[in-house]
């Protein structure tokens, strides 16, 4: 059982990063919900947010203080705070390269799962 699970730290309907659970899972769970109402001959609405970039945004003070909550320490929580500290990056396309700036405190590292919009 994972940390998050066993914590229960996940809302029930969060699909991202979790194994088994997937996007086709999230669809199928809004068309069940949206069948059942129209069934139930109740109005439906819905708004969907692309949250893709969404962990660009997270206040790494705050994930740290999070993770040193539910008593992650040590050398992992040191390893956390080395990956997310002073991280800095460049843009370089065919051999020209943008100047190296520094990626703030609310960013994703690139080359990290989190920041990877490639992944499968």
Not at 55 to 72: N, Q, T
Not at 89 to 115: H, K, N
Request: proline letters at 1%; one cysteine or more; aromatic letters at 8%.
């Amino acid at each position: 059982m994972s940390f998050f699970r066993r914590n229960e730290l996940l809302n029930k309907q969060q699909y991202a990063y979790q194994h088994g659970r997937s996007t086709i899972d999230a669809a199928r769970d809004v068309v069940e919900r949206v069948m059942k109402h129209l069934e139930g001959r109740r109005q439906v609405a819905a708004i969907f947010c692309d949250l893709s970039r969404a962990f660009e945004l997270v206040s790494h003070s705050l994930l740290l203080a999070k993770l040193d909550h539910y008593g992650v320490t040590g050398g992992f929580y040191d390893t956390i705070v080395s990956f997310l500290s002073n991280r800095q990056q460049l843009t370089s396309i065919c051999g020209a390269r943008s100047d190296l700036l520094d990626l703030g405190e609310r960013s994703v590292p690139q080359g990290s799962s989190m920041g990877d919009q490639n992944r499968k």
